[in-house]
């Protein structure tokens, strides 16, 4: 997740922005921008780039485990329909 100081520095970018010519304005502005991006970035519930990782490994196991019973159920389908005939 975005920390302070990253949203820090987007605060920066935008004020650099801003015309030189409203300089008196540029503190206020940055901590407006500042608060307004992490009021937006709370809002958008992102996670971690670990816990992204973690997942992406349950949802890999997830898929391995569906194909092994899949293959499973194929198998013992054929079995079945082979004592049927």
Same mark, same amino acid.
């Given at each position: 997740?975005?920390?302070?100081? %990253? &949203?820090?520095?987007?605060? @920066? +970018?935008?004020?650099? *922005? !801003?015309?030189?010519?409203?300089? =008196? ?9 500042? %608060? &307004?991006?992490?009021?937006? @970035? +709370?809002?958008?519930? *992102? !996670?971690?780039?670990?816990?992204? =990782? ?32």
């Amino acid at each position: 997740m975005m920390g302070r100081r %990253d &949203i820090d520095q987007i605060a @920066l +970018r935008l004020v650099s *922005l !801003v015309p030189p010519g409203m300089v =008196d304005a540029h503190k206020d502005l940055r901590a407006n921008f500042h %608060d &307004i991006l992490a009021q937006g @970035l +709370r809002h958008l519930e *992102l !996670v971690t780039r670990e816990e992204f =990782d973690v997942q992406t490994q349950v949802l890999a196991r997830t898929r391995a485990r569906v194909e092994e019973l899949e293959k499973r159920v194929a198998e013992l389908e054929a079995t079945m329909s082979s004592r049927g005939a």
